[in-house]
């Protein structure tokens, strides 16, 4: 009989929480994971995509013994003993990746509620962001520096996109407490800017989508139109 085939590598499999996540947060999944990638969420969001990898990579197990299973009951091996022990090894992977993968889920959960709390007291909050201060502040979070000019005394921020900001503008972020300086720097060699966690949450605030439902997700590559196999 062949090898048992060797997993492949993890993948964003359809969790059974992704759409309650989007329409928590406004945004898709892939948007969510290079939000995190580039610095830009808060805590409690970076946390709730950390755990959402975490249950990704466990649904990506339970889709692979699926298949498994499929592939061994398909026909394409004699029905013998060594057949069934297959099977039975399986089935028993099968039930131990479904555990990690509930587990996973209800961390994620756990992660949500809080956020969904919050989406929901502050939605008679403040108004959104301005167009310039969204562009701002997604500039300076891929790494920005305050510099003077030697010469001329002019101070500007220059973001590592190559994104320039005018001095009033950083100024008023900073009294917003949306951005801060790193004043330990000499500003003609380059104060870094970074976001604060309030200008993080106010960013990830202002760019999510408003969501009334729901959003139905296609399914990714790799993935089981099932995410919740019947247990027995």
Not at 74 to 84: K, Q
Not at 107 to 119: G, W
Not at 210 to 223: F, H, M, V, W, Y
């Amino acid at each position: 009989m062949p090898p048992e085939p060797t997993p492949t590598p993890v993948r964003r499999a359809v969790s059974p929480l992704d759409h309650r996540i989007e329409a928590a947060i406004g945004h898709d999944i892939d948007t969510l994971w290079a939000y995190r990638d580039r610095g830009v969420l808060d805590d409690p969001h970076a946390h709730l995509v950390d755990r959402h990898r975490e249950l990704a990579k466990a649904q990506t197990g339970v889709v692979f013994y699926l298949k498994l299973l499929n592939r061994l009951s398909s026909g394409e091996f004699d029905v013998d003993d060594a057949l069934f022990t297959r099977i039975d090894r399986t089935v028993d992977q099968l039930e131990e990746a479904t555990d990690t993968r509930d587990a996973a889920a209800r961390t994620v959960s756990a992660a949500l509620e809080p956020i969904e709390a919050a989406a929901t007291a502050s939605a008679q909050g403040p108004s959104p962001l301005s167009t310039d201060d969204q562009a701002a502040l997604l500039a300076i979070a891929g790494g920005a520096k305050l510099y003077e000019h030697l010469l001329t005394g002019r101070m500007s921020v220059t973001a590592a996109s190559g994104t320039r900001i005018p001095h009033a503008e950083l100024q008023r972020l900073e009294d917003a407490g949306l951005v801060v300086r790193d004043t330990g720097h000499p500003v003609h060699a380059g104060q870094p800017v970074a976001l604060t966690d309030t200008g993080r949450a106010a960013l990830f605030a202002a760019r999510r989508k408003p969501t009334t439902q729901a959003p139905k997700l296609p399914a990714r590559p790799g993935t089981s139109p099932s995410t919740l196999p019947q247990r027995r």
